[in-house]
């Protein structure tokens, strides 16, 4: 038997990226503490309230068979805040409920695409997003984004690689590199993916997690709406990674033929799920900006504590809950370093290499640990770096 070239090919060939990270929960499942800076994923579990409602949901009998474009109330919910957030009319018919962002990106792909379409996306990038464009059986092709432009993409770059492409995926507030694109940069992509016919994608799931500027949509810009799918979840906003629970918003159209799609390949999202992210919506931008507070406070502690290591480059992170560090001055490759930070002092960060060649020679550090343990592991590190690049 042998597997589609599709399931062989996913990862492109080469690592999946996730080498370091699963060193590192090897070496704890092997009784190792390791201080794990590598997933994006809050140190706080879902609170209490949007469990009890989910309970409550589960128990009133909400675990049959969900509706499958999502239940009316979550979409209406989903429709006012972006409405209120972007000021683009948008209704439930606009929205389409996935198990997460990560569903919805590969719905939006599949929207988009067609087998071996081109489909662009931007270097460094989330680690899934070659693999879920391969997974809709189209090309994936990565346009480079610079450290020197702190990782803000040029419309130039995009243009001349956009002749023939389907779709162009962008992410703002960016994981792995935490820039939030500037108003500049999104109209520039818009005229870009206008000039050619291009879907944008575009993942917002950080949307919340904003220290410097504003968010902007894209799809908020003239006449982008028609051409812009929007990623969002539940995961990053309210601290529900867990729970599955994401969408799409883009035209009434689109929306209707990915409807028919959800009900071919994930068949909705439980009731019980729904109803609880309709109760954490429910608590306005106040609990958002709670959830979203650590990552604020500790890239103000990794700013004091590293402003003043001159080994260690920090790209400032506009958004987002990551903080990009350039460690190119020890002489060594972002996997290298990672994995003799891991070795040597048991703290687990992601190698830069894991979200493409732009980012090599970085480290991403996750800013998910409490801020003592933080401002510990950031000196540990710095401290590492130094003494490698002094025997460089
Ligand atoms: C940029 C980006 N997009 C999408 C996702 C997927 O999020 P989820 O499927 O949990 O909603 C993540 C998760 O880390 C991410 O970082």
């Avoid at 900006?289 to 990794?302: D, G, K, M, T």
């Amino acid at each position: 038997m042998t597997l589609s070239q599709r399931m062989q090919t996913l990862t492109g060939g080469g690592s999946d990226g996730w080498d370091v990270f699963i060193k590192a929960r090897k070496m704890i499942a092997a009784g190792t503490p390791v201080t794990e800076l590598t997933i994006g994923e809050h140190d706080i579990r879902t609170a209490a309230p949007i469990l009890q409602d989910m309970h409550r949901s589960a128990m009133g009998g909400h675990t049959g068979y969900a509706m499958v474009p999502g239940t009316d109330a979550l979409r209406d919910m989903v429709a006012e805040r972006t409405t209120a957030r972007t000021g683009v009319h948008t209704t439930r018919d606009n929205v389409l409920i996935t198990p997460g962002g990560q569903a919805a990106l590969f719905a939006a792909h599949a929207a988009a695409c067609d087998p071996g379409d081109t489909a662009l996306y931007l270097d460094p990038y989330y680690a899934t997003y070659p693999g879920t464009i391969r997974g809709v059986s189209a090309v994936p092709q990565a346009i480079i984004t610079r450290a020197e432009d702190a990782f803000q993409p040029r419309a130039a770059d995009i243009d001349a690689r956009a002749s023939g492409a389907r779709s162009l995926l962008i992410n703002s507030p960016n994981n792995p590199t935490g820039t939030v694109y500037s108003r500049a940069t999104l109209e520039g992509i818009a005229q870009v993916c206008m000039d050619h016919d291009l879907w944008l994608i575009s993942d917002e799931v950080y949307d919340t997690q904003v220290w410097e500027g504003a968010h902007l949509s894209p799809r908020a810009l003239p006449d982008m709406a028609a051409l812009t799918l929007v990623v969002g979840s539940m995961s990053k906003s309210h601290a529900m990674t867990g729970s599955r629970c994401g969408w799409i918003v883009g035209p009434e159209e689109v929306i209707g033929h990915l409807i028919t799609f959800a009900t071919h390949t994930t068949y909705g999202v439980p009731g019980f799920i729904q109803d609880a992210s309709v109760f954490a919506l429910g608590q306005g931008p106040a609990f958002e900006a709670e959830v979203a507070a650590p990552f604020l406070r500790r890239r103000a502690i990794a700013q004091r504590v590293l402003g003043s290591r001159n080994t260690i480059g920090m790209i400032p992170a506009q958004g987002a809950m990551y903080l990009m560090l350039d460690i190119r001055a020890t002489g060594l490759t972002g996997d290298d370093f990672a994995n003799a930070l891991l070795d040597h002092h048991h703290i687990a960060v992601m190698p830069g290499e894991s979200f493409g060649q732009a980012a090599a020679g970085h480290v991403r550090v996750a800013m998910t640990i409490d801020d003592a343990a933080f401002e510990q592991a950031l000196r540990t590190l710095a401290d590492f770096a130094e003494a490698r690049a002094r025997a460089a």
